[in-house]
């Protein structure tokens, strides 16, 4: 075959083959693309038939609580401008310090009635402290958690003693039968473990936080879901300004409640703290076994409960502190960085209320004698 009949040929079957091998490929891959897009699509819809577990989550609650929140209007934050500039706003381990001014209620309420929260405020009335519940509920109805879910747990060895409230929609109030203590230490001491008890059994299927405060107190000003985070401590009004060293931490080492004099962030009150449930009931936990250890070594510590909720947020420390406008006494006047007074203490007859021979007994007796005629 000359050459170029053969390169002719050539060429022609080239050019077939070429055909051939083109038609195999459009072919092949049609059937391939034809087969991903199917699987692909296929995948989709299982998808969609099997939502994942967020989807599903989403799906199944009340169409009112998924609401987004709404148009609002309000000052831009400022980059340069703090909105307080007199005070401690955030802590060292960026755990904000609640002051008036440094937040938006509104803000804060669509965030916390999104999430349909739920709050539950402890408060104790053993033995003659009955008497302090009717100022306490009435206070707390014009001022605590307005608008929110509030679940009121009244632990009283008096529940006779406790009178009928009319309380807004959405809030009721329980009364928990517990025994009173003889020693007025140990009836504030064992608050952490009922706390910690009822958190266990019951609270945490009722309340999403929950806000542990003395009774002998009222409400002045609104005190709202600002508080609320994982965990949180109130500054002690006392020691809202002192020096580590004068912070009355129990200094004896033989305690669990021991704190070196070189430590300390701040002092805290423990007429009041909080948190989620989780949170509390871990707390209230550290705080009743230490004063066990300690019981069992025959030591207490000097603050009592306080001294051991010290010691946790040493070592644990608050997601939020709360400024002394949530625990303030008038006797100590009204200092210039104080624009609120949301909760106040009742001043006390000590002589008709408490037992005056346990007292002299106590040695920090004349310190929170000294505190209270601040
Ligand atoms: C001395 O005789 C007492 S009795 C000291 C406290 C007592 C007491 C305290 C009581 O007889 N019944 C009672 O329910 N408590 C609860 O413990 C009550 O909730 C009270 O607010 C809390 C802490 O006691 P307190 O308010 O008297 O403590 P301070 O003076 O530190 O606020
Ligand atoms: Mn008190």
């Given at each position: 075959?000359?050459?170029?009949?053969?390169?002719?040929?050539?060429?022609?079957?080239?050019?077939?083959?070429?055909?051939?091998?083109?038609?195999?490929?459009?072919?092949?891959?049609?059937?391939?693309?034809?087969?991903?897009?199917?699987?692909?699509?296929?995948?989709?819809?299982?998808?969609?038939?099997?939502?994942?577990?967020?989807?599903?989550?989403?799906?199944?609650?009340?169409?009112?609580?998924?609401?987004?929140?709404?148009?609002?209007?309000?000052?831009?934050?400022?980059?340069?401008?703090?909105?307080?500039?007199?005070?401690?706003?955030?802590?060292?381990?960026?755990?904000?310090?609640?002051?008036?001014?440094?937040?938006?209620?509104?803000?804060?309420?669509?965030?916390?009635?999104?999430?349909?929260?739920?709050?539950?405020?402890?408060?104790?009335?053993?033995?003659?402290?009955?008497?302090?519940?009717?100022?306490?509920?009435?206070?707390?109805?014009?001022?605590?958690?307005?608008?929110?879910?509030?679940?009121?747990?009244?632990?009283?060895?008096?529940?006779?003693?406790?009178?009928?409230?009319?309380?807004?929609?959405?809030?009721?109030?329980?009364?928990?039968?517990?025994?009173?203590?003889?020693?007025?230490?140990?009836?504030?001491?064992?608050?952490?473990?009922?706390?910690?008890?009822?958190?266990?059994?019951?609270?945490?299927?009722?309340?999403?936080?929950?806000?542990?405060?003395?009774?002998?107190?009222?409400?002045?000003?609104?005190?709202?879901?600002?508080?609320?985070?994982?965990?949180?401590?109130?500054?002690?009004?006392?020691?809202?300004?002192?020096?580590?060293?004068?912070?009355?931490?129990?200094?004896?080492?033989?305690?669990?409640?021991?704190?070196?004099?070189?430590?300390?962030?701040?002092?805290?009150?423990?007429?009041?703290?909080?948190?989620?449930?989780?949170?509390?009931?871990?707390?209230?936990?550290?705080?009743?076994?230490?004063?066990?250890?300690?019981?069992?070594?025959?030591?207490?510590?000097v603050w009592?409960?306080?001294?051991?909720?010290?010691?946790?947020?040493?070592?644990?420390?608050?997601?939020?502190?709360?400024?002394?406008?949530?625990?303030?006494?008038?006797?100590?006047?009204?200092?210039?960085?104080?624009?609120?007074?949301?909760?106040?203490?009742?001043?006390?007859?000590?002589?008709?209320?408490?037992?005056?021979?346990?007292?002299?007994?106590n040695p920090g007796y004349?310190k929170v004698?000294?505190?209270?005629?601040?």
């Amino acid at each position: 075959m000359p050459l170029d009949k053969y390169t002719d040929c050539n060429r022609k079957k080239c050019f077939l083959s070429m055909l051939f091998i083109t038609a195999v490929f459009i072919i092949a891959f049609g059937w391939y693309g034809n087969k991903s897009i199917r699987s692909h699509y296929e995948s989709l819809l299982r998808c969609s038939q099997k939502p994942s577990i967020a989807t599903e989550d989403i799906s199944t609650r009340d169409p009112l609580t998924v609401v987004a929140i709404g148009r609002m209007l309000y000052d831009k934050p400022q980059t340069f401008k703090p909105p307080r500039s007199d005070v401690l706003m955030v802590t060292p381990w960026l755990a904000p310090i609640i002051w008036n001014g440094s937040y938006n209620i509104d803000i804060l309420n669509a965030q916390f009635h999104q999430r349909n929260v739920r709050v539950g405020i402890t408060v104790f009335a053993i033995k003659k402290y009955t008497v302090f519940i009717k100022t306490f509920i009435e206070t707390a109805e014009q001022f605590f958690m307005v608008g929110h879910k509030v679940n009121y747990y009244v632990f009283t060895d008096r529940a006779n003693e406790i009178s009928n409230f009319t309380l807004s929609e959405g809030r009721q109030l329980v009364i928990l039968d517990v025994p009173s203590y003889k020693q007025w230490q140990e009836v504030s001491m064992r608050r952490m473990e009922m706390i910690r008890d009822y958190a266990y059994q019951r609270f945490y299927k009722e309340v999403d936080y929950l806000v542990c405060v003395d009774v002998d107190m009222r409400f002045n000003d609104f005190v709202g879901v600002e508080i609320l985070s994982d965990v949180f401590g109130t500054l002690h009004p006392g020691f809202h300004n002192a020096q580590r060293g004068a912070f009355t931490y129990e200094r004896r080492q033989q305690s669990t409640a021991y704190i070196p004099r070189d430590e300390g962030d701040f002092y805290y009150a423990g007429g009041y703290f909080g948190g989620t449930v989780e949170e509390v009931y871990k707390l209230t936990n550290f705080c009743h076994n230490a004063m066990m250890t300690d019981k069992n070594n025959s030591i207490e510590a000097v603050w009592h409960d306080e001294s051991y909720l010290n010691k946790y947020f040493l070592y644990h420390k608050p997601t939020k502190i709360l400024s002394p406008e949530y625990l303030w006494v008038n006797s100590m006047g009204v200092p210039q960085f104080l624009k609120r007074r949301r909760f106040l203490a009742v001043p006390k007859n000590h002589s008709a209320i408490r037992n005056k021979r346990a007292l002299q007994k106590n040695p920090g007796y004349q310190k929170v004698e000294i505190l209270k005629l601040l």
